[in-house]
């Protein structure tokens, strides 16, 4: 492709996840202008370019004040407004950047599709099912794709978090994953390994989100499996260093080992990738998705979530597995707008 395509990478926003974002863009953006691209970076939240005239990034070894203003700060152009604004307008592909929130839920692919633009990532449809993940797991279930029994809150305020507790305790005995319905990054989970520890986690959970899923614990390695344009990719293996692959393991550098393809059996490794192909298909997914798996004991797995927008950066799994299937990120980069450029 070349410098003959112009590129605007979206990134920021105002998602608990804003940080793993902005990582993920940067990297991206270096990999665009190494192949040439015409590009420019948006944050969604404001419509301000992340980019100088001289390629710096305003977010440069973020301590936190570059960010932190602009989230303090009233967005003077929202994405609805900016949409057609100058960085919009000839640009040939939307590199979507973003994590959580309204970047990854529909919301913003909805207004692109309106505004008739191509973007990288799934459609609204599928973005806005993978993202619910109680909704993805009721479908799937539903299609025989085993997953842990689960429970959905829909708390109003935290006053009625006491009113679940006996609810939750009739259903479950500990260990038990507390989590938001609808956030990734692992932001808000907690492991309970007993009812004290209940309330604390229905509230940590709940303040990232008003949906709160209580899932089955099932204790097993973890695996995640890459599907790139409907075709898998090397199985990654998540050794974490903490109990459970949480926010500081993914995003801090040495927290986690792994190894791919995942040292499982084949039989299992086989399982895994036809559960995600199936999990990709029934979604809608497109482009690059990552499924997360917990394998058991005996060798059976178990889908937990589908990430329609999976991380960027140096430590994600995505890119990992592509690199093991000979991908480098460059390429993998470029593959990705194709792709968005061919919807």
Known sequence: MGNKYK???????LSEERQVSLASAKAITESLIRLEYEVNVIDSATGQSLLDSGRRYLYEKDSGSDS????????????MESINSKPYKDVDVIFLALHGGAGENGTIQALLDLAGKKYTGSSVLASAVAM???FAKRLLR????????WLLLKIGNKSEIANYLPVISKKFAPPIIVKPNNSGSTVGL???KGFSDLAPAVEKAFEAANEVLIEEYIKGREITAAIFNGKALPLVEIIPSHELYDYQCKYTKGKSQYICPAEIPEMAAKEIRELAMKAYEIIGCSGLVRADFILDSNSHPYFLEINTLPGMTELSLAPLAAKQAGISFDQLIEKICESALDK
């Open 68 to 79: 932190t203003m602009v989230l303090k700060q009233p967005a003077e152009i929202t994405l």
């Open 142 to 149: 539903n299609e025989n794709v085993p997953t842990p029994n």
């Open 7 to 13: 590129v605007l990478v979206l990134a920021g926003g």
């Open 190 to 192: 907690t492991l309970v």
């Open 132 to 134: 619910n993940k109680a």
